[in-house]
């Protein structure tokens, strides 16, 4: 089994920055990618950025490009989020997520394992 264990989420006045940090521990495993997903209260979860370990790209949501920045250590499991600029519309609780094969890293469906979250809230 997997572990995925999410950390650096609190509360942050809008314009501050928060760094997520996430790990990968328990039985290993060569993943192809890992990736931050997000779901605010009443809302479905929603794609935010991934990182495809072969020639590690990255992709962003549109509402987070310019803002947030995915990186992250294969051969550690570990995978950042470096978040500035923060609006309360960044307000959610935060999941990482681990593909073990391939497959659309913008979709949830595409992640076999999945950390607890972390809140992230935005005051304005």
């Known amino acids: 089994q997997v572990q995925l264990v999410e950390s650096g989420g609190g509360l942050v006045q809008a314009g501050g920055s928060l760094r997520l940090s996430c790990a990968a521990s328990?039985?290993?495993?060569?993943?192809?990618?890992m990736g931050w997903f997000r779901q605010a209260p009443g809302k479905e979860r929603e794609f935010v950025a991934s990182?495809?370990?072969?020639?590690?790209?990255?992709y962003y949501a549109d509402s987070v490009t310019g803002r947030f920045t995915i990186s992250g250590d294969n051969t550690e499991n570990t995978v950042y989020l470096q978040m500035n600029s923060l609006t309360p519309a960044d307000t959610a609780v935060y999941y990482c997520?681990?593909?073990?094969?391939?497959?659309?890293?913008?979709?949830?469906?595409?992640?076999?394992?999945w950390g607890q979250g972390t809140q992230v809230t935005v005051s304005s």
């Open positions: 997520g681990a593909a073990a094969t391939y497959g659309d890293v913008r979709r949830d469906v595409s992640y076999d394992f």
């Open positions: 328990g039985r290993t495993f060569r993943n192809y990618a």
């Open positions: 990182i495809r370990w072969r020639g590690r790209s990255t």
